[in-house]
């Protein structure tokens, strides 16, 4: 089956810095990578998603690249706010497959 | 539009006993699947269902776990004669018939047996 690696597990950056989590994959039928946000106490909130015709989106702060050759994906969050504070979660699905694949979480604290 | 609803939030039981989840989902949503978290780990697939239907049991243990999602009313994961090692955040989300990859998020039942 599919396996998602994640790094980093924990990230600290100043606010207004950029934020950089990547993720790996390993089956190349994945083609769906979405990126969910969780805060404590609460279920992941899907932020933005990409999918494996596109090389690259993005949503306002966020973005995120693709890379199929190498089968890594990135999120990006620029100009950081404490409000990003949160466990963000890469995850893998391949068209009509039943269930996501997650990475472990990253853990990014924004230091106001 | 409403979001995934689950309930209860909390839910403590001893060993032993049974723990019943509920999970409704978003207005339109015919595809529900479970999730279980471990504190300090990643979402781990469970089991898919659709209206009437199970699709896909693979991530559920074979016993003490059972999920369903009838014709009218929430969904609902069973799990008999808890154990410790149950204790977990459960999770489920809904998607859309023409996406079936979406997958929207309710809030978790945090089981917790004592």
């Known amino acids: 089956g599919e396996n998602v690696e994640q790094h980093p597990s924990t990230l600290s950056v100043q606010e207004g810095d950029s934020a950089v989590i990547k993720c790996t994959y390993s089956d190349s039928a994945s083609n769906y990578f979405p990126w969910y946000k969780q805060e404590l106490g609460k279920g992941p909130q899907l932020i933005i998603d990409?999918?494996?015709?596109?090389g690259e989106k993005k949503d306002q702060r966020i973005a995120v690249t693709l890379n199929k050759t190498a089968k890594h994906f990135s999120l990006h969050i620029t100009e950081t706010q404490p409000e990003d504070s949160a466990v963000y979660f890469c995850a893998a699905s391949i068209t009509g497959a039943n269930n996501l694949f997650f990475g472990t979480g990253t853990r990014l604290t924004v230091i106001p | 539009n409403a979001g995934v609803m689950q309930n209860p939030r909390h839910l403590v039981r001893r060993r032993g006993q049974e723990a019943r989840l509920r999970c409704s989902p978003m207005?339109?949503?015919?595809?529900v699947y479970w999730y279980r978290q471990l504190p300090e780990e990643g979402l781990k697939f469970m089991v898919y269902l659709q209206k009437e239907n199970i699709i896909d049991e693979s991530g559920m243990p074979k016993e003490r776990f059972s999920a369903e999602f009838p014709k009218e009313g929430p969904s609902i994961l069973r799990i008999q004669q808890v154990v410790r090692g149950d204790s977990a955040a459960y999770f489920c989300?809904?998607?859309?018939?023409?996406?079936?990859?979406?997958?929207?998020f309710g809030p978790g039942t945090r089981l917790l047996v004592l």
């Open positions: 989300a809904s998607s859309p018939q023409r996406t079936q990859e979406t997958q929207y």
């Open positions: 207005k339109g949503h015919s595809h």
């Open positions: 990409i999918r494996s015709n596109v």
